[in-house]
């Protein structure tokens, strides 16, 4: 029996065992492909999901905004006057004349 | 070999086949070479197309990565900070599938035992009816939802759903609009942007500041109580970019349950009233724009005038000469209509035109007025609309129109969007010389004429009162003159003016602080102070000191008559 033929020629059986690791390489870099991709739905649903809480979440905040409540709890609770225009000054009106004249 | 090579194994038929075709044809290679290309090429297409679909073709940002906004039916409207003034909720409803209902009476029991409000007899009509569906109640919060799942009732189901929700109820209503059970815009910016706010599923931010809104409401709501009034209307606008920072209409609605009628109507675009005096602010524009009156000039004003048979006369009459500043200050309407008769008909219809009165506004919100002027101009219309009367306008268009005359001259179109303004640039309708002259004859009227209590002390308030008698809708005569409008339009600082407030009551009632008064000064004006005072730190506007130098000599105007050298401030 010849033991000549084509088929088991040195480098088909290269080939063969290249294909053998190829494919055990393949398979696992599959497997972590859809591990990766399982792990990126998840990802994505959980964002999606605190993103839908987020906006919930701003709709009550503008509720509890609402001026005409805030403005009854202050009210209630604080007593805050508007700020009233004499309150308010410049670093300019410091050194106004009138300003220098009352420190004598 | 080869020969012998291939007989010598048994076992392989193919290969004798092989041989044997190959031996029949004349030449063997080019047909093994062939299948050999045609598989190979085959091979390299596959390859080219994995290579497309993975590498080429792969978007990451594609199907799975969509935003909450792409989820939602209908995109956010924010004001101009940001904050919510419209967003959609997600909601579950309760249906129910009668025939999978097991029993329909304790079903029925259970739920009107959880909502009082629905009817336990309605409850099991509906769940024992042969309908394949039926609802029992939409929008439900997350807890309810909780509860329902907690009874274990077979055959009742939730429906995802979306609503529309305005966290600020009626502050906004007016404007923001509202849409009806499948999210379809109705009035205001909700119709006006429907296809936007679907589509681009972005926020919409409006140039509403919500904070300055809720003071002119408050304030509004505070004063229509206060005088009685019928109605009431507010604005504030930034007088440089044409931007609406407030929009008021009293009465207004939950546009979570629109009413229909009065409440509806947004009065400061829709409506289109006679402004009384606040129009001497375009007559003095006018007059001194087209330099056929000055500052230094004077009026006669000791007697009314007639026009055929009608009489003009001064709501508090000086009855003696009066410098054109007096006039302004004042409100005398025997001044004012000489100086429209000294400028003409003509000169009136053109400066009108000018600035927009003769036709309705453009606005996001869709809903505007018409404005009402008369078909032929005579002298007699060019002498009663001098001083508002004979002429309809929005109240847009006068805080508009009054913005160009503070500003500098320039004339835009109002919006509601934030930094979107396509008419920034404007056009010029009077020169700046005249502009300024109008603002020191504005804050002369606040600190010494009939605006004194709209004057907030410390912001150099500039503003004009208007008391319009009101016409009678059927026979089109001006009825009894405790009905009126009373309106106050004033700027803030006037030296370089940021802001324009209007207020307008609809039939205020004198009381007793008033001594009785209800016109514009007197019922506008404390309305327009406290809005002011109220919303410029909000809006960042810093406090002047209205006694230094400075402030003085770009206030200055001299009053006096017979032009003494006598000046007040």
């Given at each position: 029996m010849q033991i000549n033929y084509p088929l088991l020629r040195r480098s088909s059986l290269f080939a063969l065992i290249a294909s053998f690791f190829l494919g055990i390489g393949l398979y696992h870099l599959k497997h972590k492909v859809a591990t990766v991709e399982r792990d990126l739905r998840h990802t994505r649903t959980r964002i999606m999901e605190i993103n839908e809480s987020l906006h919930i979440l701003r709709a009550e905040w503008g509720f509890l905004n609402n001026p005409h409540r805030l403005q009854k709890l202050n009210e209630q609770y604080l007593h805050l006057k508007p700020v009233n225009a004499k309150q308010i000054s410049s670093l300019e009106g410091m050194n106004d004349e009138r300003m220098k004249g009352s420190k004598k | 070999m080869y020969q012998a090579a291939t007989l010598s194994n048994p076992n392989s038929r193919l290969q004798a086949f092989l041989h044997n075709r190959q031996e029949s044809s004349s030449s063997p290679m080019p047909r093994f070479t062939l299948v050999v290309v045609l598989f190979m090429l085959a091979f390299t297409a596959i390859g080219f197309r994995l290579f497309w679909v993975m590498v080429l073709s792969h978007n990451p940002n594609n199907a799975q990565n969509k935003s909450i906004y792409s989820m939602l039916e209908r995109a956010d409207i924010l004001d101009r900070n940001g904050d919510v003034l419209a967003t959609n909720l997600i909601t579950f409803s309760l249906y129910a599938r009668p025939n999978q209902l097991i029993d329909s009476e304790k079903a029925a029991e259970k739920l009107s035992k959880l909502f009082p409000d629905l009817n336990k007899q309605v409850l099991q009509k509906k769940l024992s009816s042969r309908k394949p569906f039926v609802w029992l109640k939409r929008n439900l919060t997350p807890r309810q939802q909780e509860r329902i799942n907690a009874l274990g009732l077979v055959g009742v189901h939730f429906q995802k759903e979306q609503k529309r929700i305005y966290p600020h109820e009626k502050l906004m209503a007016h404007v923001v609009g509202y849409t009806d059970v499948d999210g379809k815009g109705l009035s205001g910016i909700e119709r006006k942007f429907q296809g936007t706010l679907q589509e681009k599923k972005e926020p919409l931010r409006l140039s509403l500041d919500l904070r300055v809104q809720h003071i002119v409401r408050d304030a509004l709501v505070r004063g229509m109580q206060e005088f009685r009034a019928k109605k009431a209307s507010g604005m504030v606008m930034d007088v440089n970019t044409g931007e609406m920072i407030a929009m008021v209409s009293l009465p207004d609605f939950d546009p979570h349950k629109p009413s229909s009628g009065e409440a509806i109507f947004n009065t400061n675009t829709l409506g289109v009233y006679e402004m009384g005096s606040i129009f001497k602010i375009f007559t003095f524009a006018m007059a001194l724009d087209s330099k056929k009156v000055t500052l230094d000039q004077g009026f006669d004003a000791s007697q009314p005038l007639t026009f055929g048979k009608f009489k003009i006369k001064d709501y508090r009459p000086k009855n003696r000469w009066l410098s054109v500043p007096e006039v302004f200050m004042y409100s005398s309407n025997i001044g004012t209509v000489k100086m429209a008769m000294k400028v003409g008909t003509e000169g009136q219809k053109n400066f009108f035109e000018k600035i927009g009165f003769l036709q309705p506004l453009k606005t996001e919100i869709g809903e505007n007025g018409v404005p009402m002027a008369p078909r032929e101009w005579h002298d007699i219309n060019t002498a009663t609309i001098s001083y508002g009367y004979g002429m309809a306008v929005s109240p847009l268009q006068v805080i508009n129109g009054v913005a160009a005359m503070v500003n500098g001259g320039i004339l835009r179109s109002p919006t509601l969007?934030?930094?979107?303004?396509?008419?920034?640039?404007g056009k010029r309708v009077i020169s700046a010389a005249t502009s300024e002259k109008l603002r020191r004859l504005l804050h002369l009227t606040v600190l010494h004429g009939s605006g004194t209590k709209g004057n907030a002390p410390g912001y150099l308030v500039g503003g004009k009162t208007g008391s319009a008698n009101k016409k009678d809708d059927h026979s089109n005569n001006y009825v009894a003159k405790d009905k009126h409008r009373a309106i106050f339009v004033a700027a803030f600082p006037m030296h370089d003016p940021k802001y324009i407030t209007f207020v307008m009551l609809d039939e205020p009632h004198g009381t007793s602080q008033t001594q009785g008064f209800s016109t514009g000064g007197w019922t506008s004006g404390p309305i327009t102070k406290e809005i002011i005072e109220k919303a410029a730190p909000l809006l960042g506007v810093l406090p002047v000191d209205e006694s230094s130098p400075k402030i003085q000599a770009a206030m200055r105007l001299n009053i006096s008559p017979e032009g003494s050298a006598h000046a007040l401030r």
């Amino acid at each position: 029996m010849q033991i000549n033929y084509p088929l088991l020629r040195r480098s088909s059986l290269f080939a063969l065992i290249a294909s053998f690791f190829l494919g055990i390489g393949l398979y696992h870099l599959k497997h972590k492909v859809a591990t990766v991709e399982r792990d990126l739905r998840h990802t994505r649903t959980r964002i999606m999901e605190i993103n839908e809480s987020l906006h919930i979440l701003r709709a009550e905040w503008g509720f509890l905004n609402n001026p005409h409540r805030l403005q009854k709890l202050n009210e209630q609770y604080l007593h805050l006057k508007p700020v009233n225009a004499k309150q308010i000054s410049s670093l300019e009106g410091m050194n106004d004349e009138r300003m220098k004249g009352s420190k004598k | 070999m080869y020969q012998a090579a291939t007989l010598s194994n048994p076992n392989s038929r193919l290969q004798a086949f092989l041989h044997n075709r190959q031996e029949s044809s004349s030449s063997p290679m080019p047909r093994f070479t062939l299948v050999v290309v045609l598989f190979m090429l085959a091979f390299t297409a596959i390859g080219f197309r994995l290579f497309w679909v993975m590498v080429l073709s792969h978007n990451p940002n594609n199907a799975q990565n969509k935003s909450i906004y792409s989820m939602l039916e209908r995109a956010d409207i924010l004001d101009r900070n940001g904050d919510v003034l419209a967003t959609n909720l997600i909601t579950f409803s309760l249906y129910a599938r009668p025939n999978q209902l097991i029993d329909s009476e304790k079903a029925a029991e259970k739920l009107s035992k959880l909502f009082p409000d629905l009817n336990k007899q309605v409850l099991q009509k509906k769940l024992s009816s042969r309908k394949p569906f039926v609802w029992l109640k939409r929008n439900l919060t997350p807890r309810q939802q909780e509860r329902i799942n907690a009874l274990g009732l077979v055959g009742v189901h939730f429906q995802k759903e979306q609503k529309r929700i305005y966290p600020h109820e009626k502050l906004m209503a007016h404007v923001v609009g509202y849409t009806d059970v499948d999210g379809k815009g109705l009035s205001g910016i909700e119709r006006k942007f429907q296809g936007t706010l679907q589509e681009k599923k972005e926020p919409l931010r409006l140039s509403l500041d919500l904070r300055v809104q809720h003071i002119v409401r408050d304030a509004l709501v505070r004063g229509m109580q206060e005088f009685r009034a019928k109605k009431a209307s507010g604005m504030v606008m930034d007088v440089n970019t044409g931007e609406m920072i407030a929009m008021v209409s009293l009465p207004d609605f939950d546009p979570h349950k629109p009413s229909s009628g009065e409440a509806i109507f947004n009065t400061n675009t829709l409506g289109v009233y006679e402004m009384g005096s606040i129009f001497k602010i375009f007559t003095f524009a006018m007059a001194l724009d087209s330099k056929k009156v000055t500052l230094d000039q004077g009026f006669d004003a000791s007697q009314p005038l007639t026009f055929g048979k009608f009489k003009i006369k001064d709501y508090r009459p000086k009855n003696r000469w009066l410098s054109v500043p007096e006039v302004f200050m004042y409100s005398s309407n025997i001044g004012t209509v000489k100086m429209a008769m000294k400028v003409g008909t003509e000169g009136q219809k053109n400066f009108f035109e000018k600035i927009g009165f003769l036709q309705p506004l453009k606005t996001e919100i869709g809903e505007n007025g018409v404005p009402m002027a008369p078909r032929e101009w005579h002298d007699i219309n060019t002498a009663t609309i001098s001083y508002g009367y004979g002429m309809a306008v929005s109240p847009l268009q006068v805080i508009n129109g009054v913005a160009a005359m503070v500003n500098g001259g320039i004339l835009r179109s109002p919006t509601l969007l934030l930094d979107n303004n396509n008419d920034r640039e404007g056009k010029r309708v009077i020169s700046a010389a005249t502009s300024e002259k109008l603002r020191r004859l504005l804050h002369l009227t606040v600190l010494h004429g009939s605006g004194t209590k709209g004057n907030a002390p410390g912001y150099l308030v500039g503003g004009k009162t208007g008391s319009a008698n009101k016409k009678d809708d059927h026979s089109n005569n001006y009825v009894a003159k405790d009905k009126h409008r009373a309106i106050f339009v004033a700027a803030f600082p006037m030296h370089d003016p940021k802001y324009i407030t209007f207020v307008m009551l609809d039939e205020p009632h004198g009381t007793s602080q008033t001594q009785g008064f209800s016109t514009g000064g007197w019922t506008s004006g404390p309305i327009t102070k406290e809005i002011i005072e109220k919303a410029a730190p909000l809006l960042g506007v810093l406090p002047v000191d209205e006694s230094s130098p400075k402030i003085q000599a770009a206030m200055r105007l001299n009053i006096s008559p017979e032009g003494s050298a006598h000046a007040l401030r």
